[in-house]
């Protein structure tokens, strides 16, 4: 009897990873849409955090899912999580700090890049403020400043797809 073939989508955290390592063109399509850019503005964009592939495609390591550095620019974070996490928030707030916190002992602190951390939700985050694609910075809440343009955390809900607009 043939053994029976374990499917593996988008949704698998290797899977995601392992797409988006190999394929730039994906990869760049992915950003552009994520940071409503256009492609061609990408010039280079370089993953930090390569995974072997070949290796454990069940398992699950503490590693964000993919960390790039985008035109030499910008720290960008893409996390990908399926299962509803009631921490989310917290996580976000934390994985975006490890990344934006990337001075080396003695470097000017103009050096400091912005960070995005976007994560990729297959379920949503704030049921009384369901969007498809949120952005989240720090902002004077009486006026809504802008403080710093070094801090975006990104939301994209899978679920919400019916609310996603053409760009």
């Not at 256009?38 to 995974?51: G, K, M, R, S, T």
């Not at 993919?66 to 910008?74: E, G, P, R, T, W």
Request: a negative charge; proline letters at 2%.
């Amino acid at each position: 009897m043939a053994e029976k073939r374990k499917f593996y989508g988008m949704r698998n955290d290797y899977m995601f990873h392992a797409v988006l390592q190999k394929n730039e063109e994906v990869l760049r399509n992915l950003l552009a849409t994520l940071l409503e850019m256009d492609e061609a503005d990408i010039v280079d964009c370089h993953l930090e955090n390569p995974i072997e592939l070949g290796k454990e495609i069940e398992g699950k390591e503490c590693i964000l899912d993919v960390k790039l550095i985008l035109n030499h620019a910008k720290i960008i974070n893409i996390e990908l999580q399926v299962y509803k996490q009631t921490y989310w928030v917290e996580r976000s707030l934390l994985y975006w700090a490890r990344a934006f916190d990337s001075l080396k002992s003695g470097q000017d602190y103009s050096m400091l890049l912005p960070t995005y951390h976007i994560g990729i939700l297959d379920f949503t985050l704030f049921e009384e403020h369901p969007k498809f694609m949120a952005k989240y910075q720090i902002l004077d809440v009486g006026d809504g400043f802008l403080y710093s343009d070094k801090l975006c955390i990104k939301v994209l809900d899978l679920t919400q797809l019916e609310k996603a607009k053409d760009r």
